[in-house]
């Protein structure tokens, strides 16, 4: 990675539309409640990795497209994140690009270093507990590695980082599967390149990844963003569904 010129972090992201987003949690959350959640997940994020100080990029999908006030609820949350990443040295708005995940990942990181990035981490934006800390140490792995991973506890990773564009590794995967790692790491090797791996964290996709954010709420887990908290907070007063054994 370039001394000269800093690394780029992507915050990809869904827009937190009611129907569109987090919908594997709608046997335990409704559509509202859903969106409710990933923003505030999105948003603590954000002030997270604006806080920094690298450049920062909004990566944003095309759900709200073909909803009636779609590109106002657009037009909303990147208010929202503007003023979330306040302190960012600089935040770029872009939409993604692609047919599939793994192109528009490797679009948005291309774009990234077109743009002058001397090195780029990508990452989701449904990780509460995902600390400043845990991207200052991927940013480090880069002056030593070629591409640095943060494994996730269903098998995929919840950050990629490359210090060169790399097209390659985003290449025939099937995201969501259990092998997304393990053939992530096997396609560095084949292309020699180094690869580190940092902290195993975890996404909230499905409701025993919901059940465990809950748990660190009730903890008082120091990780969490206070959007996030107040979020779940107020969901597990409504809601009936969370296990009692899930918030001890």
Known sequence: MSNERPCTIILFTRIPIAGRTKTRLLPILSADECALLQRAMALDLAEKLAALGSPLMLCYSDEWRDIEGGEALRDAFIEDVRQAASEAVELTI??????????????????????????????????????????EIAQRALTYSDVVLGPSSDGGYWLIGTRTPFPAIFEGKHYGG????????????????????SRETFDIDVPQDYYQLCKQVSTGDFRLGPRTVEAVSHLMEVSAVVPEDSVQ
């Open 94 to 135: 872009v939409s993604q690009e692609g047919s599939g995940l793994g192109q528009r990942m490797s679009n948005a990181m291309q774009m990234a270093f077109d743009a002058g990035a001397g090195g780029c981490i990508l990452m989701g934006s449904d990780l509460p507990d995902v600390m400043r800390t845990d991207i």
């Open 178 to 197: 259990s092998s997304v790692l393990t053939e992530a790491v096997a396609a560095c090797r084949a292309y020699g390149r180094k690869v580190a791996l």
